[in-house]
């Protein structure tokens, strides 16, 4: 049996980022991963200005941008043939450039700076139970890389185990207590940029076109560029079946990205990797000895690009509200509890945001003149939605909304009736959301109407072990897929 201040299970994102602080400030923190690093995740790689900040503050960054990522400062978005571009906002410590490095070459970047600082993190490691006392969790319970059983105590156990966390299951929380199916698919992959040495092989690109999006961004090393399409889910299927037949049919229905990619050398494209398993969801996040940080607390459709992001400042402000709280366990629950309320008021708009974009409807009229009004300058404006700066309330708020209907009629590009009716059911939502947001209720289980999308099948929780901790395993805890299995990913 070991002892220590906290214990974390998962290294990547937000166990990383709960852990570097922690061991920063003296405390003992033990991190435990199934995997071995390098190792890759599906992800859309990519962080804006505020995600890149998250590095720094992790001291994960000069190892990350050793892997020589094109560093951007620029976007443009594109909503059916009306360009938009603009500067990123810099961070609050002056960071003024976003990044998108593959997960295999980040990751391990992350662990080694952790480890740096002082962090025990140990690699192949298997979590199997928690360990309770007087119905607090007390630690965790996990096989080493040669398969022995050993304990380790601590005052936090954090679950940093994405969406399928285990850890959520042993505490009760599998289920989460709000989702939102997804409506969009993912398929992407890497290539040589053609473009390199242009303006382009330095700029973020988003094309909104009818009921699709494409995602053009310069990745790492440089000279690499990442592509990803963003149609229905049920396309997924379709670029499973015929990976190349999907990419070219989704090319030809973008023809901004066709003419971004054109000239590229096919022997550098990767496999086309996807998935369309992506709803969105709220899990109880702090309880008595535990949290959940990252995706395994709270995630949204990647549809935004926000994940990554959210999930180091999730780690990091957890760690920030635990640590001087634990030489003492029931303020350290308490603090959870507070951080966890803190992180959901912080993630709501982005969490509706990203409902709406997920939703498989072209592209409307309003949202034309929001776009062009948007456009007018490269001032930062739009791009505060993916850098955090503002929420979507903020960037437009009802009198911006109200001139874009009014422009979006006099244009007359569709029926005045539809504008009309559409920008009705659009309000209607936007009000709900508003409301929610000023309520700031703790773990709402409302639905808003336009943004919450039912009929998510949630899994089955992972089988527990049989209960050796002095705690029952979790009461209707059935054999399930494991957590790899659970993931429906394309290699």
């Not at 700076?113 to 965790?140: K, P, S, Y």
């Not at 409307?364 to 490269?378: C, M, N, Y």
């Not at 936007?430 to 409302?446: C, K, N, P, V, Y």
């Amino acid at each position: 049996m070991e002892e220590a201040d906290v214990v974390v299970v998962g290294s990547r994102l937000a166990g990383c980022a709960v852990a570097a602080p922690v061991a920063r400030s003296g405390r003992k923190v033990i991190v435990i991963d199934k995997m071995t690093f390098p190792s890759d995740q599906l992800s859309t790689h990519l962080l804006t200005t505020t995600g890149v900040s998250e590095l720094a503050k992790m001291g994960a960054l000069p190892r990350v941008l050793a892997t020589n990522p094109t560093r951007v400062n620029q976007a443009t978005f594109v909503c059916e043939g009306i360009p938009c571009s603009e500067r990123f906002r810099p961070a609050d410590d002056g960071t003024d450039f976003g990044i998108c490095v593959p997960r295999d070459l980040q990751d391990i970047c992350l662990v080694e700076a952790t480890r740096e600082q002082g962090a025990d993190i140990r690699e192949g490691c298997v979590f199997d139970d928690l360990i309770w006392t007087n119905g607090r969790v007390a630690g965790i319970r996990y096989r080493d890389e040669n398969g022995e059983t050993r304990e380790v105590h601590a005052t936090l156990t954090v679950g940093a185990d994405g969406r399928r966390s285990s850890v959520a299951a042993r505490v009760g929380a599998w289920t989460p207590y709000r989702m939102s199916k997804n409506g969009r698919g993912l398929v992407f992959r890497y290539m040589d940029d053609p473009k390199l040495g242009t303006k382009d092989a330095e700029t973020f690109i988003v094309w909104r076109e009818n009921k699709s999006m494409a995602f053009a961004f310069p990745s790492a090393p440089v000279g690499k560029l990442l592509v990803l399409f963003m149609g229905h889910r049920d396309e997924v299927s379709a670029a499973r079946k015929d990976p190349e037949g999907y990419w070219q049919a989704k090319l030809d229905q973008h023809p901004g990205m066709k003419e971004r990619v054109a000239g590229v050398d096919s022997d550098s494209l990767t496999k086309v990797r996807s998935t369309g398993d992506t709803p969105a969801f709220f899990r109880a996040s702090s309880g008595p000895g535990w949290a959940l940080a990252g995706d395994a607390g709270h995630f949204k459709d990647p549809v935004t690009g926000q994940g990554m992001r959210d999930a180091m400042w999730a780690g990091r402000t957890l760690a920030e509200w635990v640590i001087p709280q634990l030489d003492d366990p029931a303020s350290v629950d308490r603090a959870t509890r507070q951080w966890e309320a803190d992180r959901d008021l912080h993630c709501l708009p982005a969490y509706h945001f990203a409902n709406q974009d997920t939703k498989i409807e072209k592209q409307s009229a309003v949202l034309q003149e929001i776009f062009r009004d948007a456009g007018r300058t490269e001032d930062p404006d739009l791009g505060d939605l993916f850098t955090r700066h503002r929420t979507p309330q903020e960037i437009v708020p009802l009198p911006r909304m109200v001139r874009a209907l009014t422009l979006a009629l006099i244009r007359g590009k569709e029926p005045r009736g539809k504008i009309v009716s559409r920008s009705i059911g659009d309000l209607r939502t936007e009000l709900a959301i508003r409301r929610e947001i000023r309520a700031g209720d703790f773990r709402s289980t409302r639905t808003v109407e336009g943004s919450d999308h039912t009929g998510v099948k949630w899994p089955a929780p992972p089988k527990a072990p049989p209960s050796e901790s002095g705690m029952p395993p979790v009461p209707g805890a059935k054999k399930g897929r494991s957590e790899a299995d659970s993931m429906e990913v394309s290699p």
